[in-house]
């Protein structure tokens, strides 16, 4: 992307992660230190009342942070936050989108605020997320 | 129950090594392949990155959080925030961090019951004293324990 391509309203290309194994959730527990078992312990996961083990809400947050730094940059990132909807489910395939919600300068760079969206194929929204970009080193060209 | 007087009590300073063969885990778990995580000498972290500050707290920085003392049988993760004054930390950077309990305030829930909402925050700082990032995590203790529905 160039910054020329980022006004108020533009929406950035989807894209679909997944569809989620646990093995995926596992790999993000350990590269994150979250290591709750309701996300790969079976047994605990139905002991609790869940029918089996779900996604680490921060697996998808991260996902999604992947989503805009990979078109972004990852040194343009300032700003990400989620806010945590629905669980994600094994099998699950999940869809990032972003749309430019705002663009202005502050600390001497020029910026965009995007709104982004994490929703599982064919349910509902899993994480509602919001991401402040620099986009002076994406140049105005290819 | 939450105690609501821990509001800016802050927790022990520590610091956290940003290392690149840790980056390039994460990033690989998180979907990522963009060389400006894995292929980088100076590689950055990935926005959600400094969560795994959990790897460096002392043991003493539990205390912080028992003190607040949530009802983990009834616990949500509400929101998460990651700020960056410049470019996100680099491999290589050593980070000064401290936690703090910003804030507690309650809402009637949806479908009855309070719930109570804990917002902690974690500044990182560099050698200088310099805030480089800042990590806002929103805890909910809801009113009863949560169900594959959510809260």
Redesign the interface.
């Given at each position: 992307m160039t910054a020329r391509d980022l006004s108020v309203g533009t929406r950035l290309p989807d894209r679909t992660f997944g569809p989620l194994t646990r093995t995926d959730f596992v790999r993000y527990q350990g590269a994150s230190g979250d290591f709750n078992p309701i996300h790969h312990d079976e047994e605990f996961a139905r002991a609790a009342g869940f029918d089996s083990v779900f996604s680490v809400g921060m697996l998808q947050a991260g996902l999604l942070a992947t989503y805009c730094t990979d078109l972004l940059g990852p040194a343009n990132v300032r700003r990400f936050k989620v806010q945590f909807r629905e669980q994600v489910w094994p099998g699950d395939r999940l869809v990032a989108t972003g749309t430019v919600t705002q663009v202005y300068e502050a600390d001497e760079e020029p910026r965009v605020d995007l709104e982004l969206t994490m929703t599982r194929d064919g349910g509902g929204i899993a994480i509602a997320g919001e991401a402040t970009f620099a986009t002076d080193e994406l140049g105005d060209d290819e | 129950m939450v105690n609501k007087g821990m509001v800016g009590r802050q927790g022990p300073r520590f610091e956290m090594m940003v290392e690149r063969g840790?980056i390039r885990?994460?990033?690989?778990?998180?979907?990522?392949s963009?060389p400006?995580?894995l292929d980088a000498p100076d590689?950055?972290v990935?926005?959600?990155f400094l969560?795994?500050v959990?790897?460096w707290q002392p043991p003493e920085a539990a205390d912080l959080y028992r003190a607040v003392d949530i009802d983990l049988r009834r616990l949500?993760?509400?929101?998460?925030?990651?700020?960056?004054?410049?470019?996100?930390p680099s491999a290589g950077t050593v980070l000064h961090a401290q936690t703090v309990v910003e804030e507690i305030y309650e809402k009637e829930g949806r479908r009855g019951g309070v719930m109570t909402f804990v917002v902690m925050r974690t500044d990182f700082t560099d050698d200088n004293g310099t805030i480089v990032a800042q990590s806002r995590s929103t805890a909910i203790e809801t009113g009863r324990?949560p169900?594959?529905e959510?809260a």
């Open positions: - | 840790k885990e994460f990033a690989r778990a998180t979907g990522s963009s400006g995580y590689a950055v990935p926005p959600t969560t795994t959990v790897f949500l993760h509400g929101e998460q925030e990651f700020l960056f004054t410049g470019a996100p324990p169900t594959a959510g």
